[in-house]
Structures are given as structure tokens and as C-alpha cells.
């Protein structure tokens, strides 16, 4: 079964320091994994993905298979990156539906 | 484009009753996707749909069903509610399996009592 893990519920950062959202998975094979944010009043939405390996807003995420991990880090934090952030998992099946985690909501402090 | 519209916002109802919870999209999208979430938790997958007429059963799909008449729209039926339904439900698109970005509604929160 394929599973995503965020250990941590809520995180704060304060403004300009680095920022890391942790995201393990379990999957019997090779996954896509993706980021998703949600903004105070805006909809789901996607950040990044690992297989477009860019970044998005400052954010990146490496996925590290020996580690079964895809990790998401900011250098410098901002206060406009405060959300509710998942992390996502997709197999290759026909309807390449999404496995999410529980999410990790980010706080960045003035 | 509106993009993902769901209706309505928010819905209480009493155990026993039935809803239906309307989706739409205009983007042409193939592939469809109802999910649940309940609090501190994230999303499961109830039903989803790779085309009109084509649906299929996700993790949580028992209490639950859908239809998918056309490529636009995708109503989650709930035929009895129970309290175990109380959560907030999203309705999602996207274009194929290789361009697979799924695009999100504004949610529904429905509270059974």
C-alpha cells in the first residue's frame, strides 16, 4: 500500500530563516511526488513536482529514493509562504490518482 | 474559465437524508476526482472518473456514489447520510495521465447530524 508521512503538523519559522517540510512515502516502485499549497481562502493548488525538477517561489524538493524521502526547502522564508502545505504521491495506474499526507501548516513569523 | 466549481459551499444534514454534491469543470479535463477530508487528516480518495461514463471506487468510496454523464460534470451522491460523513469534500481535474496536475474546486463542508 502507498502511504505519505509529514511528521509535523505545524512549524514556525521566522522571516529569512531556512525552512524545511519533511515528507516520507511508501511505495512499491517509483512514485511522482508533488507538493501542494493551500493559502488562507484559496484552493488546493500544486507548487512543484519532482519530475519538473524546478523551483518554484524559492522552494525545492529532491526526491531521495534511498531514503524513500522528498523533502521541501526555502533558503530564506517569507511571510507570505504561511499556508497549509501537502505532500503528494501518484503511482503510474490508469487514473494516476493522488495519496496525501496530512499536512504541515507553515507559520512564518515577522 | 471558472476552473473546478463545486456546490453547494456548505450543507448541514440530518442522519438519514440524501444529497447530492454537484462538481463541474471547463477545461476539458478527462480524469476526475471526489476526495474527503476530514480534520487534522489528509485527503482520501472516495471515486474517481478517467472519462464520461467511466468511474471507478478509490479508498473510501462505501456510502458514497458517483455518476459521470459528461466530460463536465461529476456529482458525489450520498444516499444516507450518517455522522461519519461530517467532513469537507473536494472535487478535482485533470487533463490526462501524462499531464495529470490536478486543478481544485473550493470545497463543500457538510456536517451530518
Known amino acids: 500500500a502507498q502511504r505519505v508521512t509529514q511528521p509535523e503538523k505545524l512549524l514556525s519559522v521566522f522571516k529569512g530563516a531556512p525552512v524545511e517540510l519533511k515528507c516520507n512515502y511508501s511505495y512499491s516502485g517509483s512514485p511522482e511526488l508533488f507538493w501542494y499549497v493551500q493559502y488562507s481562502r484559496q484552493r488546493l493548488q500544486l507548487l512543484l513536482r519532482?519530475?519538473s525538477r524546478e523551483s518554484i517561489k524559492g522552494f525545492t524538493a529532491d526526491l531521495n529514493k534511498g531514503e524513500t524521502s522528498f523533502h521541501l526547502k526555502k533558503p530564506f522564508a517569507q511571510e507570505e509562504d504561511s499556508a497549509m502545505y501537502y505532500c503528494?504521491?501518484?503511482?503510474?495506474?490508469?487514473?494516476?490518482?493522488?495519496?496525501f499526507g496530512s499536512g504541515t501548516q507553515l507559520t512564518v513569523l515577522p | 474559465n471558472a476552473g473546478v466549481t463545486q456546490t453547494p459551499k456548505f450543507r448541514i444534514l440530518k442522519i438519514g437524508q440524501s444529497m447530492t454534491l454537484q462538481c463541474a469543470q471547463d477545461?476539458?479535463?478527462?480524469?476526475m476526482y471526489w476526495y474527503r477530508q476530514d480534520p487534522g487528516m489528509g485527503l482520501k480518495l472516495i471515486y474517481y472518473?478517467?472519462?464520461?461514463?467511466?468511474?471507478d471506487k478509490g479508498e473510501v468510496p462505501n456510502g458514497y456514489n458517483v455518476s459521470r454523464s459528461t466530460t463536465e460534470d461529476f456529482p458525489l451522491r450520498l444516499e444516507l447520510a450518517a455522522p461519519s460523513q461530517t467532513s469537507v469534500y473536494f472535487c478535482a481535474s485533470s487533463y490526462s495521465r501524462t499531464d495529470n496536475e490536478q486543478f481544485f474546486g473550493p470545497g463543500t463542508r457538510l456536517t451530518v447530524l
Open positions: 519532482h519530475i
Open positions: 472518473s478517467v472519462g464520461a461514463g467511466i468511474t
Open positions: 477545461m476539458n479535463h478527462n480524469y
Open positions: 503528494a504521491l501518484s503511482g503510474w495506474g490508469s487514473a494516476r490518482q493522488l495519496t
